[in-house]
């Protein structure tokens, strides 16, 4: 079917009909959203947190599957009819033992050679203790200027950009 779609995509005429057909057309319940997912592309949805304390010191964790870049900030992909908060916060409990409150929206951002996209939020730890978990080995606050050796890359360019901007409203 997907192959289908975008054969008709490609032809300006058909094309033209199709989004008439669809301005107008009652199509059957659920029909529609067939079509949209058969359609449109597909893209995974990450979700992470900046968590700073009150020295303005970065939460970080330390993973276990990727020794060349350990640390990063805590977070994940959603899953299937999960909102992004609510992702970010099961996230982090699951993986660190500790509960977050977002406190707001940071960035989006979508890969420039994947099919993702990652919801950015600014939180706090507000209970539980840390445990480690299958995913997670260690956690810790960092220093700004201080941050340890193995950070992702992609956190480390979404921080730099955080602190410019940051640094721009100042």
């Not at 192959?3 to 008709?8: H, W």
């Not at 899953?79 to 707001?104: F, L, M, N, W």
Request: charged share 25%.
């Amino acid at each position: 079917m997907r192959n289908l779609v975008e054969f008709l995509m490609r032809i300006w005429p058909l094309n033209l009909l199709i989004t008439l057909a669809w301005r107008h057309f009652p199509f059957p319940k659920g029909v529609r959203s067939r079509i949209m997912r058969s359609a449109n592309d597909r893209f995974l949805v990450g979700v992470m947190i900046v968590i700073l304390d009150e020295q303005d010191r970065l939460f970080l964790v330390k993973n276990t599957y990727d020794p060349r870049y350990a640390w990063g900030l805590p977070g994940g992909w959603m899953g299937k009819h999960e909102q992004p908060s609510e992702c970010v916060r099961r996230e982090v409990a699951e993986e660190t033992g500790y509960e977050v409150t977002i406190d707001r929206l940071l960035a989006t951002r979508s890969h420039p050679r994947l099919p993702s996209v990652d919801i950015v939020y600014r939180g706090r730890i507000t209970g539980g203790a840390f445990r480690p978990s299958a995913e997670i080995s260690e956690a810790g606050y960092f220093g700004l200027h201080e941050l340890p050796d193995g950070l992702t890359p992609i956190h480390q360019r979404l921080l730099e950009w955080l602190n410019a901007s940051t640094e721009d409203e100042r």
